[in-house]
């Protein structure tokens, strides 16, 4: 299986983005669905996850309800509509796949994350 992620750029403080990842190679719904991000310097950060075929999705406390997952089966493309951006949230973004979701604390664990491709970066800057 095959993620790319896109829709990345340059957004001021207080904007939105939506991510897209297109999966290929396989089907969407055998997968559970990672979202992560990196930021220069910093550890990967979970962000949500979703299961494969169930309308189940735990985000992260740091989201706070900013970030929300959809995603489209017939299309085999998952998104990650992002709001209320902060300079914080600046960071390359990252559409994984994964054998469970897990959330430990509030934060999205990336213990055991399968495939993931080049991802997407997002600066939140005025």
């Known amino acids: 299986v095959q993620l790319q992620a896109s829709g990345g750029g340059l957004v001021r403080p207080g904007g939105s983005l939506r991510l897209s990842c297109l999966v290929s190679?396989?089907?969407?719904?055998?997968?559970?669905i990672v979202w992560f991000r990196q930021a220069p310097g910093k550890e990967r950060e979970g962000i949500s996850c979703?299961?494969?075929?169930?309308?189940?999705?735990v985000y992260a406390d740091f989201t706070k309800d900013r970030f929300i997952f959809s995603r489209d089966f017939a299309k085999a493309a998952v998104y990650l509509q992002m709001n209320s951006l902060t300079p914080e949230d600046t960071a390359v973004y990252y559409c994984?796949?994964?054998?469970?979701?897990?959330?430990?604390?509030?934060?999205?664990?990336?213990?055991?994350?399968?495939?993931w491709g080049q991802g997407t970066l997002v600066t939140v800057s005025s």
């Open positions: 994984a796949t994964a054998p469970w979701c897990m959330v430990r604390s509030g934060s999205v664990l990336l213990d055991a994350l399968g495939s």
């Open positions: 190679g396989s089907r969407l719904d055998y997968y559970h």
């Open positions: 979703t299961k494969n075929r169930e309308d189940y999705t």
